[in-house]
């Protein structure tokens, strides 16, 4: 059910790049949370160069976000965050300033997969 969405400014990380951050994410999401490499997703967006803003100034901003089921530990989404956020900033080369990572947790009840209504979190 994971679904990353990450986002930069166009032209700012190569195919190879991508594959690589999708299966760094996959391997770190299914590590901490302990879901399914193949229930992780992952979408590459991107911003025309120029389009990109922080703090009302023209910058190359990037984000991951992650939309989630809700129930998982405190210390388990914080291990996420510390892990995705390593990760990212190292193989794109985006300055910490210029980063944003978010989880969003939704319930079960309100998310499907494979056809059917998401179980609640342990319960898979």
């Not at 992952?42 to 190359?60: E, I, K, N, W």
């Not at 405190?74 to 510390?82: F, H, S, T």
């Not at 499907?112 to 179980?119: A, F, P, Q, S, V």
Request: glycine letters at 8%; hydrophobic letters at 40%; charged letters at 20%.
């Amino acid at each position: 059910m994971p679904l990353y969405t990450a986002i930069t400014e166009e032209g700012s990380i190569s195919e190879e790049m991508k594959a690589e951050i999708a299966k760094e994410i996959t391997r770190i999401h299914n590590g901490v949370m302990k879901v399914p490499e193949n229930f992780v997703r992952v979408v590459f967006l991107s911003y025309p160069r120029g389009a990109g803003y922080t703090g009302g100034d023209r910058a190359s901003t990037g984000a991951l976000n992650c939309i989630l089921r809700s129930g998982h530990a405190v210390d388990e989404k914080a291990e996420m965050l510390k892990q995705l956020w390593a990760m990212f900033q190292s193989l794109t080369g985006i300055a910490n300033d210029q980063l944003a990572i978010s989880l969003q947790e939704i319930p079960s009840s309100n998310a499907m997969e494979m056809g059917k209504i998401m179980e609640t979190v342990g319960h898979e």
